[in-house]
């Protein structure tokens, strides 16, 4: 059975979409060259129409793609680095984001921002590491982050397909990773649907993008201590809480592995809601980026900013100890 | 009130800016004569300090790689020399050559390239975004176009202070489709601050040939704004000083911004990432043509061969000194990592509590 690695698979779904449907076409910076190899051999598949090198002009291209979009395209943009969707997040969250309740449901603004090198690269400083979902979901907006290549094929293939803008990070950690996969299986995923990785039953470890290959290692490291259930949310807005409640319903306990920044991340939303809806029978704990984590140019220093393996083995156990609120 | 800076412009009735305006043309500044030998120097030197860099790269010191400035040295020996050293300078992620040609203390700077506690950031600014107060240099931002506004918001805030300075800021082609470059335009011209705007037109954008990305000029685009606008040789920085001196001139007098296009190349990738993925976005021919005029070959015919044999001897020792410096020093402690955060030293909390 072939191996498909994460950045193959975001290959294979934008082609398949762009087979599928004509009014599919993707723009972006370095495309025609296939920098990213993302549209590697598209020029040429589907020519300068459908595969449009843009200037470096990103306010000015994600509002043209919203226009394309309201007059019946499917752009789908890729981004360089992530501080390009902070700088565009006007564009998206406000004029894209808000278009169809503004118009009272008359038109849909269906772009896909693909962000694949989300988060940090060791040493490329504070301007380049950046991994802004949390923001993204704070602002209402759908948003992605898959970690694995069956997830990325099939969560692009719907953010694709959906009516709204969507915004999906592709986690730089995890454009390697590879996975034995038969392409017939190859399918959409629905948005807000979460993926036990690995089930357990002492504690839920909700791990995202990337993370979630370190809380499988994490957890298997813990295997005689404990039954560790590792549980990816795949989009943070929607999220699949109820297939949340369900994990931590058997399991009473959580910790959230998170790569955003600590105040106002996702993993604080997550740690919020289940304490107000879910039952926990030991106060849940998360490991994050730090508060507002900018990361710097020297990699020693950097990685002391991640979220480590090690501090989230130590947060398992944390919560395994605890004996109650 | 300092030479240069007289009362807010009244642009309207009743409605005032914040401007500068030119004072009268009685009063002269010289404008600088180019220094070949030293030219020469500098060029060599940013040349050779590259190329040193790149070796570096490849034994995995400096882990972000770079973006090698080799092919543009005379943009940059020339354009600096043209400066006070008061002036400010931002530059961008292409910037090692602006640094240098500013003054910035080379050995710091490798060492901040390679990450060590004793570059001229600590570390923290990297090969990408290297600041140097100490030089001048404040700022080399990594989101393209973006240092048109700041270097307008520097000028303006000197000469109000009553301490004018030049703010000369560089950018690339691929900047002059960048909104943001274009409001930091609009609001020098129309403040008529001290900056000068030095496009390095080196034809591509990462792979994006300028054809491709700039609807009508790149001069045009200043002299939308009312800016004196000119294509310069950027190959030759005996041409390049003598327009950077007359912009300098011409904003210390108080007659507002400039742009000048440097016409130049980049022999090497667009970072040295392309050692490894070769991208095949320009001919050979092209890179050879240019080459043909190589900024550091122009200028050398202007130096005695004895003076060019001399200086090309110490760059190497002072070269050697750098090295050593940058690889010799300390990394820093991951404890430090959270240093600088906040101007009153408040600290981020960890990511998790234990
Ligand atoms: C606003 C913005 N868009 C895209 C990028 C990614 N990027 C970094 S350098 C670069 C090319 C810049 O080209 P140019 O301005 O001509 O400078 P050069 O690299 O040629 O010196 C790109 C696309 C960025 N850093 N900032
Ligand atoms: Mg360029």
């Known amino acids: 059975m072939p191996k498909l690695s994460y950045l193959k698979a975001l290959n294979r779904a934008l082609g398949d979409e762009m087979d599928r449907d004509e009014s599919v076409f993707v723009l972006g910076e370095d495309v025609n060259f296939a920098l990213t190899n993302i549209t590697a051999g598209f020029l040429k598949r589907y020519g300068p129409d459908r595969v449009v090198e843009v200037p470096l002009t990103e306010q000015g291209f994600t509002n043209f793609a919203t226009g394309a979009a309201m007059a019946g395209r499917r752009p789908v943009i890729e981004f360089q680095i992530p501080f390009l969707l902070l700088l565009v997040f006007e564009q998206i969250t406000n004029q894209a984001n808000k278009f169809l309740m503004m118009s009272g449901g008359q038109r849909s603004v269906p772009v896909t921002y693909l962000m694949p090198a989300a988060g940090w690269r060791a040493g490329w400083g504070a301007q380049h590491s950046d991994q802004p979902y949390s923001l993204f979901a704070h602002m209402g907006v759908k948003t992605v982050l898959p970690a694995t290549p069956t997830d990325a094929y099939g969560l692009l293939t719907t953010a694709i397909r959906d009516d709204d803008p969507v915004v999906f990070f592709g986690p730089l950690a995890s454009l390697g990773v590879r996975e034995i996969v038969e392409y017939a299986d190859l399918a959409p995923i629905p948005l807000g649907s979460g993926r036990v990785h690995r089930a357990g039953t002492d504690v839920t470890v909700v791990a995202l993008g990337h993370l979630v290959h370190e809380a499988l290692a994490v957890a298997e490291e813990l295997a005689d201590e404990a039954s560790v259930e590792v549980w990816d949310p795949r989009s943070v807005y929607p999220f699949d809480w109820t297939g949340l409640a369900e994990s931590v319903a058997r399991t009473g306990r959580l910790v959230v592995f998170d790569d955003s920044n600590r105040a106002c991340g996702m993993g604080a939303e997550i740690l919020a809601t289940a304490a107000e809806e879910m039952r926990l029978v030991a106060p849940p704990k998360r490991v994050t980026r730090p508060d507002g984590a900018i990361v710097g140019a020297v990699p020693e220093l950097d990685v002391a900013l991640q979220p480590t393996k090690a501090q989230l083995a130590e947060a398992v156990r944390t919560v395994l100890k605890s004996t109650g609120w | ?354």
Request: net charge negative; with cysteine.
């Open chain 2, 1 to 354: 009130m300092p030479e240069g800076v007289v009362a807010p412009v009244k642009v309207a009735e009743g409605l005032e800016v914040a401007g500068i305006t030119a004072v009268p043309t009685s009063v002269t500044v010289p404008v600088a004569v180019a220094d070949s030998v030293e030219l020469y120097r500098t060029m060599r030197f940013i040349r050779r300090f590259e190329e040193r860099a790149i070796d570096l790269v490849r034994a995995g010191e400096i882990f972000s790689g770079i973006h090698p400035c080799i092919g543009q040295e005379a943009v940059a020996a020339g354009a600096c020399a043209a400066l006070d050293p008061g002036d400010i300078v931002l530059s961008s992620h292409r910037g090692h050559g602006h640094l240098l040609a500013k003054g910035t203390d080379p050995s710091r700077l490798m060492a901040e390239m390679a990450g060590r506690v004793t570059g001229i950031d600590k570390g923290r600014g990297g090969s990408f975004h290297p600041s140097d107060f100490t030089a001048g240099v404040y700022n080399s931002t990594g989101t393209v176009g973006h240092g048109a506004g700041i270097a307008a918001g520097i000028a303006w805030a000197a000469a109000k202070a009553g301490d004018p300075k030049v703010v000369l800021s560089f950018f690339g082609d691929g900047a002059v489709t960048q909104g943001a470059l274009l409001e930091g335009f609009n609001l020098a011209a129309l403040w008529r601050l001290p900056v000068v705007y030095v496009c390095e037109n080196n034809r591509y954008a990462t792979t994006l040939p300028v054809e491709a990305a700039v609807a009508g000029t790149i001069t045009g685009r200043g002299e939308a704004f009312g800016i004196p606008s000119s294509v310069v040789d950027g190959q030759d920085a005996e041409v390049v000083h003598a327009a950077v001196a007359e912009a300098v001139e011409r904003a210390r007098r108080g007659g507002g911004p400039s742009l000048l296009e440097m016409r130049t190349y980049r022999y090497h990738g667009h970072h040295t990432f392309e050692m490894l993925v070769r991208l095949r976005y320009r001919e050979q021919a092209e890179i050879d043509s240019w080459k043909e005029r190589d900024p550091l070959d122009i200028q050398a015919t202007r130096v005695a061969e004895a003076d060019r044999a001399r200086i090309d001897a110490q760059v190497e020792l002072e070269l050697d000194e750098v090295v050593r410096f940058a690889v010799d020093s300390p990394r820093p402690d991951p404890a430090d990592a959270t240093d600088h955060y906040h101007a009153d030293g408040f600290r981020p909390r960890p990511g998790v509590s234990l």
